[in-house]
């Protein structure tokens, strides 16, 4: 179900929508982000790096990347000596270029445009893998697992951050309010593009989450899956091992 949920309509790929998408948003992608989640994003990736270090990685991949939010808080918290970060879109990417450049960590961080059910790099690559909200946006996720896991290094480690949906009252209530009532608005005004955040809702809806997608990980070869909620269940965090 996830795979078949798409940016604009049913005709054409997921792959092509997203990356339309994402292109037509990425100017105003940093700004939306801060101020739809509160900041509350920044303590998620902060968890997710702590995860990700316990093994000590020298070299990661970032999957969908975006403008490099991760990648860029993977090289000053940690003793990574190189972060690869892939995307789809072309835009993001440019984004993130600079912000890299203005870090001076372009020696560090390299960005690069691919797809996750195609990663053009050899098997065994990397020690770690990390992916902030873009599982969810895979056309193939079962395919874009076994890609990761390709590439995962024996012994290395997936750190996954994923939206997911609340689970107390009245929480619940009011986020599934704020998500499909109040964002899609205020995306759709302010990111110039009119289906966007509603997609982000729909999209969240068909994640197959929690114990599901920990069954997907291991259905895929990964080990020692494990899903830890965050903020009351807002946000997930996964972890496997190659």
Known sequence: MNDSVKPYDEHGSKKD???AMFDNIAPRYDLLNRVLSMGIDKGWRRRAIRALAERQPKMVLDMATGTGDLAIEIICRTNVEKVVGLDLSREM?????RKIRKRGFHDRIEMVQGEAEDIDFPDNTFDGITVAFGVRNFEDLNKGLEEMHRVLKPGGKLVVLEFSKPYSFPFKQLFQIYFRYILPPIGR??????EAYGYLYRSVQAFPEGQAFVDILQANGFKNSQCKPLTLGVCSLY???K
């Not at 005004?189 to 009119?194: G, M, Q, R």
């Open 239 to 241: 972890t496997a091992e």
């Open 189 to 194: 005004i302010a990111s110039n593009d009119p």
């Open 17 to 19: 929508q997203v990356e």
């Open 93 to 97: 990417l440019q984004v993130g270029r």
